[in-house]
């Protein structure tokens, strides 16, 4: 079985090419060191491979079932969920103040790729846990945080965001769950929620002793009503079961079954049915209001950010660890000869030594390494946001973070993927088993290009917000920085420099052809196009700065030829797709608004 | 549900842009016209509807589990099976001479369509009785027709292809089963058979009272041993029960447990173990021999071309379905309104209306019903290449169906699962539950790059055998086909004539630069870039000629509207695509040679 990470890279990304000491070297983190990463690095691998990787077949052939008392998953989840808290990853990214361990963001996501690696269905409890948390530890007061947030530190509790509604996925300005007023205690204002909600992970399950789900739900006008739009919305804490263990009025009305990704139960919840549970003698689930009444979806798009590059590295590491199965598979899997060899005499050799399984392998380390970069790199932009020691440093490394970050949900989704898809080519029929883990792994990752805003909605945030409306400001900054980048190319990287600097321009015309387009929805109807075709050109500049600093890198001669070939394999194969996505927008096709329903 | 197969398209593809009538026309089809084609169609619509579609996640659920009697199959199977048979489908594309209905090969698949859309996994069992069945009809003696022909025409009876073994997948040069000769009997020249075979679908089950086997196996040589290469290769009938009725020795070793699919049973099968069954008192299974010794893989190949077609059927008919369901969802799901609507107290707009549904929606068109096009062309080719009225015409059928056959099982293979995993992304978080079709569809159909030879062994076909062995010669006639295309394309469509003239110059250069690699292994290591431009090529001229038959069919004017943008959107959207895959051909990138294993 392979390693979960090779760590040689792992350390080259976070030291060589990111520079964690400059990270490490502010005030904030003043206990943390590059030897103290090494030490959680090797506590996250180690928790990973005892807890997690053992489980991951097992969570998806015994998957989740629904009885009278609720979800239940395999008694491993327990286990994984609280060795995962007990090594220290539930408390690691939050400030010391708030019980954390005061990692940065950056540390912290390169630990959560070997839990991705090995069980991203068991991780997933832990993750939603940490992005729970860091919503409470940012809005909460000092009651709700002592209450809510310090059991899921300790992984007793876990946790959920509950945004979603059948009727209302992707917009949520359409939700229909109903906050009712009901008094205010020493949790803040409290009020009873009404409403369903789908599509929540982890919503119920009996691996961890309470549930506390964070609703977005809609505070009704004085005339009663739920105002359209997003205004309304507030975000409230409603726990399973109340602080002093009375059951609350939440019921789990059903399982999705899932292609994968199974270990993770995803329900549809009812928020006060007053059937079941009546808790403090009446219906409707009691809850808290976490910030300001109106202020859901601000407070949940502050942790837009870091769920979305979450998500990208869940896709990341399915990916990675089918690439890394697919190398092995190919190394000790005979098969034909050699292009050329016609001696049907001579033995088998392995399938690595075929040009197109090495075109495969290629791929999908370009694909699945730079994807990593990618995650690691916007997560480095998290802690600069915020830790940057110039207010001019953190703006710009927020306004660099909301650009790439479509592309860190998306681009992993897509291409990580497609590594997965790749690796079962790589084992032929067996990789089509579910005997093999690249079966599983392709199954799993399948899931992440719709949930946390599907590819469509990244697109459309990328192009609308994020360059149209910021008048090209920020992609002003990345193309002057990738501009920055291609001038230091090492000199054999020299065409791969200036396909970039290609690609750039290739998307600033793009860019000027949009503006003209006239209407929005012109504007926006080749959305997707111009996300795919940014998407790669972002990877091209990570796989161009790679390149660069793997000149003076610790890795060995073979893994620097092979980082390499798969930077020189991304721009010979890769980049010119960029052209090809960014045709029809050249062209002002208007074929996605033009076309009528009725044509299919 | 939608409409299982739009029989207006099916119509205009066989009779508009086919010209049937052209085939119908010819002596040994007087039986058949126009109208009895389209009342075979109704009943295949019918019988695929009520014996294979209801079904359809059923056997998907129930997955074929093994005991000591074998594999057993949902019951319903044996039913669809009988039905098929019944219906005359089984027997319909051999002459009448050998018990058929002697319908041509392009209406044949066009029947086989609705059984491939109804339920592909339980269509398998029937399609591989055609393909057993074609061999024996076209190799077989009297005595080998009727014993093992006849009863599998009678729906009684199923066969298989029994050709990889554990070892040896792609390289059937290294199979080790062996052969030995024990006599001649009525039934021809016998063989006791000793290996084990691999992957062998529908291997084994309780669905059929018999199971025919088509073995390959070394003859050993006076030496005793095994020659290397495909020269000692011999085909073999191997029943699992003797024509009279004993229990041969062919065992079931196991099942592979797959991703989807899952209706097939896909089986290791055991020859000549000795220790279950020792039919006619001693071990070995008992087999007999078609055709010459040494020419099992001449006999195979001689089926290829139309299993190979069958498999791209497969394929297309799951991505076909995807759409077909993707376009009913997306016509019914409110969500969400008009990019530039800001009345957040409109309604909700059906998905279908939103810029990015319809351009997902027209890439799922343009994949699925190109890929249909695309498939019935190729049967077609395989009529004319049997019953076109001269020679040369004959021969150019012959050819051109040679260069096209690896588009035809790689292209659907490749584009109708990417429509299959665009109708999950129509469907959002539903779409990745396994309460919609379109979950099991994209499963099943990841099979179909892998099977038949991937799409790796294809391109070494295409690029290899089709293109640079044959001087260019088939190329060379598609092209100037192409050209002829492109000078009859409508007015409307120059831009896209000129386009696709573009693209086969750009395959002519991409031709002349492989020539000019010097080894093998250069001219081979971007094979499957050659393949990937090539197929979309294939496709430009399907989908300009579909646009050009349009002008003049009989179905709705929004139908032809919606052709003729899926038409369009390939050209816009795909068509660039062509270059990018070229590009590194162009630049003579060794990446796939030179790259080391020890790299990754």
Redesign the interface.
């Known amino acids: 079985m392979a390693e979960l990470i090779d760590r040689s890279l792992l350390d080259f990304l976070l030291h060589d090419w990111l520079k964690l000491e400059d990270v490490l070297a502010r005030p904030g983190f003043a206990e943390h060191s590059r030897d103290s990463v090494g030490a959680m690095l090797d506590t996250a691998e180690k928790t990973a491979t005892t807890h997690f990787l053992p489980y991951f077949k097992k969570a998806d052939r015994e998957e989740p079932y629904q009885d009278e008392a609720g979800a239940h998953v395999i008694p491993e989840v327990r286990g994984a969920i609280a060795a995962y808290a007990q090594a220290g990853f539930a408390a690691a990214p939050f400030p010391a103040a708030l019980g954390g361990l005061g990692v940065p963001f950056v540390v912290h996501n390169a630990a959560m790729a070997y839990f991705n690696a090995a069980n991203t269905a068991l991780a997933a409890y832990s993750m939603l846990s940490v992005g729970n948390a860091g919503i409470l530890g940012e809005y909460g007061t000092p009651a709700q945080i002592e209450t809510f947030m310090a059991p899921q530190l300790e992984g007793r509790w876990t946790g959920t965001m509950a945004l979603?509604e059948p009727?209302?996925?992707?917009?949520l300005?359409?939700i229909s769950s109903r906050a009712m007023r009901d008094g205010e205690d020493e949790l803040g204002p409290r009020y009873r929620i009404f409403g369903t909600k789908?599509?929540i992970s982890a919503g119920d399950h009996d691996a961890s002793d309470n549930i506390v789900h964070l609703v977005l739900a809609k505070i009704p006008g004085p005339d009663g009503k739920l105002a359209?739009?997003?205004k309304a919305i507030s975000i409230f804490i409603v726990p399973k079961f109340l602080p002093d263990g009375e059951r609350n009025d939440v019921v789990l009305a059903g399982l999705?079954?899932?292609?994968g990704n199974r270990g993770t139960t995803n329900t549809l919840l009812n928020f006060g049915e007053g059937t079941k549970f009546q808790p403090r003698g009446g219906a409707g689930a009691v809850g808290w209001r976490v910030g300001e009444a109106g202020q859901g979806l601000p407070i949940m798009f502050r942790m837009m950010n870091e769920a979305r590059i979450g998500v990208g590295l869940g896709a990341t590491m399915a990916g990675y660890r089918g690439f890394r199965l697919a190398?092995d598979y190919?190394?000790v899997r005979?098969?034909?000869?050699?292009?050329?060899n016609r001696d049907?005499?001579s033995k088998?050799v392995?399938i690595?030594?075929?040009?197109?399984?090495?075109?495969?392998?290629?791929a999908c380390?370009a694909y699945s390494e730079g994807a990593l970069a990618l995650i690691l790199y916007c997560s480095k932009l998290v802690d600069d946001s915020r830790t940057a020691p110039g207010a001019p440093e953190r703006e710009a490394a927020e306004s660099l973070l909301g650009l790439l970050t479509p592309v860190a949900k998306t681009w992993p989704s897509e291409y990580a993927l497609a590594a997965n898809?790749i690796a079962?080519?790589v084992h032929?029929?067996y990789?089509?088993?579910?005997?093999f883990d690249v079966?599983q792994l392709?199954?799993d990752n399948?899931?992440n290009?719709?949930?946390e805003g599907?590819?469509?909605i990244q697109?459309?945030d990328l192009l609308?917000r994020k360059v149209l409306r910021d008048q090209g400001r920020a992609f002003g900054e990345f193309a002057a920085m990738v501009g920055c980048q291609a001038d230091a190319a090492p000199d054999d990287f020299a065409p791969e420099a200036a396909s970039l600097r290609a690609a750039i321009a290739d998307l600033k015309s793009a860019i000027e052809c949009l503006r003209a387009a006239g209407?929005?929805?012109d504007m926006?109807?080749?959305?997707?196009?111009f996300l795919s075709a940014f998407g790669h050109t972002v990877l091209g500049y990570i796989w161009l700065s790679i390149a660069a600093a793997l000149t003076n890198s610790a890795m060995s001669a073979?893994?620097a030829?092979?980082r390499r070939?798969a930077a020189?394999?991304f721009f010979?194969?890769e980049m010119?797709?960029v052209?090809?996505?960014l045709?029809?927008i050249y062209?002002g096709?208007r074929?996605?608004?033009t076309?009528?329903?009725?044509?299919?």
Chains 1, 2 share one sequence.
């Open positions: 979603s009727q209302a996925g992707s917009s300005a359409d789908m599509w359209p739009g997003t999705n079954h899932k292609m190398v190919a190394r005979p098969q034909g000869r050699p292009v050329g049907v005499a088998p392995p690595i030594e075929h040009a197109d399984v090495k075109r495969m392998l290629l380390k898809d079962i080519q032929g029929g990789g089509y088993t579910r005997d079966e392709y199954r399948r899931l290009p719709i949930h599907t590819t469509g697109a459309l609308g209407s929005e929805a926006m109807g080749n959305a997707t196009n073979d893994a030829d092979g070939a020189r394999y010979a194969f010119p797709k052209a090809a996505w045709a029809p062209a096709n074929l996605t608004v076309v009528k329903g009725s044509w299919f």
